[in-house]
Antibody, heavy 127, light 111 residues
Framework: QLQLQESRPGLVKPSETLSLTCSVS??????????WGWIRQPPGKGLEWIGL???????FYNPFLKSRLNISVDTSKDQFSLKLTSVTASDTAIYYC???????????????????WGQGTMVTVSS | QSVLTQPPSVSGAPGQRVTISCTGT?????????VNWYQQLPGTAPKLLIS???NRPSGVPDRFSGSRSGTSASLVITGLQADDEADYFC???????????FGGGTKLTVL
C-alpha cells in the first residue's frame, strides 16, 4: 500500500536552509486526486500547517511562512520537497509529510482530510 | 496560539463517554468547512479518525463519532478504553489562511 517517508536532515544551523524530501512508495504521486502536504509539530505542542502541492506544481503556503518557503514536486521520482530558509530555533519541530484527499463533485473539488501520514522526522535548529 | 480552540485535556474512566470540543470562527468551521479529527498515540504520527465531520475511515471503531454545528465541532468517544489514551486534534480549512488549520490538541487520559 501507499507509504510516505520523510528524509532525515537532523541538525540545521540557524540562518541556514532546511531541506526535506518526502518519498511516495507503493503508488504514483500523480495518480488520483490528491494534494501533498507538509505539517510540523514543535516538541510538546500542536500541529502547524506548512503548505500543499499538487502533482502539476500548484501550491498553497502558510502565509506566515511564505516568505521563507518553497515546496516543489518531482513526479518522475514520486517525491515532493520542502525548503525553508533562514531558520531559527522556532523552526525546531517534527516535520510530517501527508496526503490530502479531495472531495470532487461534477464541477469542482474541495479539500478533504489528511488520510495518510509519514512517520515524521525531527529537525533541530541549533549551532 | 492555534486557530481552532480545543480544551488542553479531558479524562474519563474506562467504559465512560467523553466529548472533545473544537471551536472556530466564521471563516473556518462557521463558513461551513468540514472538520476532521486525528488521533496521535504517544511517539507516533497523527492518524485520521473522523473525516467530513462525522465519517469514520475503515478500521475506526464506531465508538468514535463527530459532529459539527455553527462555529464548533465535537468528537465523542464512548466505551472508553485504555488504548484510547492519546492526543486528539481537530482540523478544518480557513479562508483567511487559505489553507488548513488545526486545533491545539486535547490530551485524553483514561483514569
Amino acid at each position: 500500500q501507499l507509504q510516505l517517508q520523510e528524509s532525515r536532515p537532523g541538525l540545521v544551523k540557524p540562518s541556514e536552509t532546511l531541506s526535506l524530501t518526502c518519498s511516495v512508495s507503493g503508488g504514483s504521486i500523480s495518480s488520483g486526486t490528491y494534494y501533498w502536504g507538509w505539517i510540523r509539530q514543535p516538541p510538546g505542542k500542536g500541529l502547524e500547517w506548512i503548505g500543499l502541492i499538487y502533482s502539476t506544481g500548484s501550491s498553497f503556503y502558510n502565509p506566515f511562512l511564505k516568505s521563507r518557503l518553497n515546496i516543489s514536486v518531482d513526479t518522475s521520482k514520486d517525491q515532493f520537497s520542502l525548503k525553508l530558509t533562514s531558520v531559527t530555533a522556532s523552526d525546531t519541530a517534527i516535520y510530517y509529510c501527508a496526503r490530502l484527499s479531495m472531495d470532487c463533485g461534477d464541477t469542482s473539488c474541495s479539500f478533504s482530510a489528511y488520510d495518510l501520514w509519514g512517520q515524521g522526522t525531527m529537525v533541530t535548529v541549533s549551532s | 496560539q492555534s486557530v481552532l480552540t480545543q480544551p488542553p485535556s479531558v479524562s474519563g474512566a474506562p467504559g465512560q463517554r467523553v466529548t472533545i470540543s473544537c471551536t472556530g470562527t466564521s471563516i473556518n468551521i462557521g463558513a461551513g468547512f468540514d472538520v476532521n479529527w486525528y488521533q496521535q498515540l504517544p511517539g507516533t504520527a497523527p492518524k485520521l479518525l473522523i473525516s467530513g465531520n462525522n465519517n469514520r475511515p475503515s478500521g475506526v471503531p464506531d465508538r468514535f463519532s463527530g459532529s459539527r454545528s455553527g462555529t464548533s465541532a465535537s468528537l465523542v468517544i464512548t466505551g472508553l478504553q485504555a488504548d484510547d489514551e492519546a492526543d486528539y486534534f481537530c482540523q478544518s480549512y480557513d479562508r483567511g489562511l487559505t489553507g488548513s488549520v488545526f486545533g491545539g490538541g486535547t490530551k485524553l487520559t483514561v483514569l
